[in-house]
């Protein structure tokens, strides 16, 4: 079969890999409908995170369970399945908690699979899923409608993880909140800013497409400027003060330093972009403003059982932040459009 | 009159100053019946934040009205008064969303008052109240007994820090906490953790009349270790992966990486202790941890009104943080006390 494999800074190739199989008695094997790229594997790409020799990739998948190890009892062949962007047992203390991607047996899409294993990407033609019970939620009705698809691969990462921003922010009725960054995640942080109850939601964006799609999933302003003009065009929507929350959904020093000093006295900056090699958060700003700071690695798994059945009844429609559709075998320029910006989202069907 | 002024490193002095009198129809002037002395005075005193010139200092205070301009409404002649480490309006934005240390006409004793004037220090034996509507919480009834008067004390300060670290951690009914930090602060973060409804609180201090004042306040649990076995120790007794909350109530690099490293994943850290030059927040380790930071300076004037009514019919009693009296007269000997830790809080009756 073939998958994806990154070999170097701008160097992806769709190769030829073995056939996966089950290793262990709870895994499934999975054959792969639709994957995607995401903002995070650019890191990658362009060579912040350096590649030290070729390694799977690609961390976003849905698909059709193709077969299960002796242990799995909550999947089945024949399902069609959502796959978070790890490997969780959802039983752990953490995993209880809420906190998925802390969970003690967990591991990574083309990493480390947490059990000694070698997992593979999400960017091929099939894989072998780790802890398939933990990990893979059934989507009821089995295979969905083909306009469907695009929705349900955004619970993977993108949507959950705007979801996760919102709520690590705070986000509830009434709330008013900017949104820094414009890429998918961020497109879905303004969805679920709105779906949470927000009152007021800015997107800060100067692309015209991503400006329109953001108020299209329901914000009410916004705000092309950045920096000093940025922050100052906050405090002017909002009572001279700014918003109460601020989601950063880049991972740059400088979006988090815009979220930072954008959000109100006693705000609160939500964040999921990874971070790229910093910042340090200044802890006298932070004290002086009273603004908190909370976010991270989405859990994903956590959320998905909330967030399904709305994008079944169609309710949430985050698949429209998909503005590309590529062929697997054209994984090399589905990166290459992301990375130029040419493209927000590139869906890939195998 | 008399109050004190700060020249240098280690050199505090009780002076003669001009009478305080009214300089604007807000204001008010204060008889002080008990100040005491801060662990964020010492910052000055020990030489971390340097002193230029010699400045009047001093910000915990109670006392009784004396005077009042021609626009104050809400305090009168001879009420016994509880004001903040601050001075603020209670009514502009900020205050309304809780954040009165953000007071947009807000200012500092000791330093500039908001008003462009300067404002006179706590630890003196009367003082000029600016806002005094807003600033000043009248406490009913009149003179209290004097065995009231420590508790009344601590509102200024200590006590509505530690319940204000405490709900930036987000304490709440079964929260598991520990804290960071054994003096006033931190002992009171102990009492209002456990007032939360904190199912268990661990005092982290290896001082053995602070571990029993912590015991006393409802901590559940001592731990004496610090670092990297503090950090185990905390796993140890918490599932393996330590507290829910962890209050820091110190404001040094150890003391923030102690409480970042010992919150459990998805934790939360409530940050109070006044950060002395640094540090900076590793933003790496809070992404994949998901644990959260959220404090600052303490807005002790939304608080005030919340836990009066709990000090005055007993039931709050946090004035035990006081472990030594002394005549103000004597204020270096208090400095000197604090400094050397052979007291934990010191209180000064003029």
């Known amino acids: 079969m073939r998958a994806t494999v990154i070999h170097g800074e701008r160097d992806v190739r769709l190769e030829e890999v073995p056939d996966p199989v089950l290793q262990h008695p709870g895994d499934a094997v999975v054959r792969v409908v639709a994957a995607c790229v995401c903002g ?51 039983t752990c203390v953490n995993c209880r908690n809420g906190v998925s991607t802390s969970c003690l047996h967990g591991g990574w899409w083309g990493s480390e699979d947490g059990t000694g294993s070698s997992a593979d990407g999400g960017q091929g033609e099939r894989l072998r899923v780790p802890l398939a019970d933990g990990t893979l939620v059934v ?93 100052a065009r906050l405090k002017e929507l909002f009572d001279g003060i700014g918003p109460d929350v601020v989601l950063e959904c880049v991972g740059t020093k400088e979006s988090m330093d815009q979220a930072l000093r954008s959000a109100r006295p006693g705000g609160q900056v939500g964040f999921v972009g990874v971070p790229a090699g910093g910042p340090e958060l200044p802890v006298g700003r932070m004290f002086s403003t009273n603004v908190g700071v909370r976010g991270g690695v989405a859990p994903v798994r956590n959320y998905l059982e909330e967030l399904l059945p709305e994008v079944l009844d169609g309710r949430l429609r985050p698949g429209a932040v998909f503005d590309l559709e590529l062929p697997l075998a054209e994984v090399a320029e589905a990166y290459a459009a992301m990375d130029e910006r040419r493209a927000t989202k590139v869906l890939l069907r195998p």
């Not at 909550?74 to 959802?90: E, K, M, R």
């Not at 009821?140 to 469907?148: K, M, V």
């Not at 820094?180 to 109850?197: E, F, I, N, Q, Y």
């Not at 939601?201 to 953001?214: K, P």
């Open 139 to 231: 989507v009821p009705g089995g295979l969905p409608s083909d306009d469907l698809v695009p929705d349900l691969l955004t619970l993977s990462d993108v949507m959950c993880t705007g979801h996760h921003a919102a709520v690590s922010g705070g986000v509830t009725t009434g709330s008013t909140v900017a949104v820094v960054g414009d890429g998918a995640v961020g497109l879905c942080a303004v969805l679920a800013s709105v779906r949470l109850g927000a009152s007021r939601v800015v997107a800060m964006s100067r692309h015209e497409a991503r400006q329109a799609l953001a108020r299209s999933f329901g914000a009410t302003d916004v705000v092309a400027e950045r920096g000093d003009e940025g922050v």
């Open 40 to 90: 995070s594997d650019l890191w990658k790409y362009r060579g912040v995170q350096p590649v030290h020799e070729p390694v799977r990739i690609g961390h976003e998948f849905v698909g059709i369970v193709e077969q299960v190890g002796d242990d799995v009892r909550s999947v089945a062949v024949g399902d069609f399945v959502v796959a978070p962007f790890y490997v969780c047992d959802n």
